[in-house]
């Protein structure tokens, strides 16, 4: 569980926008304190163009169900086609550490590692 607090942790501290895809991903994130979040609204390629035109690096927070990867595929290439890094170290740390698949799940699923 402490690796989960020491991710959140760097998430709090880092400078890079985090990619959701609503509005309660994002405030389950704002639960947490993490900021510097960017939420997904239209079009995936206009999504990248202004993402592409203010940042150098991102992390992708999309839900890890399939559609959750399809859409994180779909903005991984955009991004980086762009010349974007994105960091996937959080989102594979869940993927394979928790059995967290959706984002905005993560306060309640936190609440539920504290339990003894």
Same mark, same amino acid.
């Given at each position: 569980?402490?690796? @989960?607090?020491?991710f %959140?942790? /760097?998430?709090?501290?880092?400078? *890079?926008?985090? #990619?959701?895809?609503?509005?309660? &991903? $994002?405030?389950?994130?704002?639960?947490?304190?993490?900021?510097?979040?960017?939420?997904?609204?239209?079009? @995936?390629?206009?999504? %990248?163009? /202004?993402?592409?035109?203010?940042? *150098?690096?991102? #992390?992708?927070?999309?839900?890890? &169900? $399939?559609?959750?990867?399809?859409?994180?595929?779909?903005?991984?290439?955009?991004?980086?086609?762009?010349g974007?890094?994105?960091?996937?170290?959080?989102?594979?740390?869940?993927? *394979?550490e928790?059995?967290?698949?959706?984002?905005?799940?993560?306060?309640?699923?936190?609440?539920?590692?504290?339990?003894?």
């Amino acid at each position: 569980m402490n690796n @989960l607090d020491d991710f %959140i942790d /760097k998430l709090k501290q880092s400078n *890079k926008l985090i #990619i959701v895809e609503g509005k309660k &991903d $994002k405030n389950a994130l704002e639960k947490v304190g993490i900021k510097n979040i960017f939420v997904l609204n239209g079009p @995936l390629y206009k999504n %990248i163009e /202004k993402v592409s035109d203010n940042e *150098k690096e991102v #992390i992708i927070l999309t839900d890890l &169900d $399939k559609e959750g990867r399809k859409l994180f595929s779909r903005l991984n290439s955009g991004l980086q086609e762009r010349g974007i890094t994105v960091d996937n170290r959080f989102r594979e740390f869940l993927f *394979k550490e928790t059995k967290l698949r959706q984002i905005e799940g993560l306060t309640r699923y936190i609440h539920s590692q504290e339990l003894p």
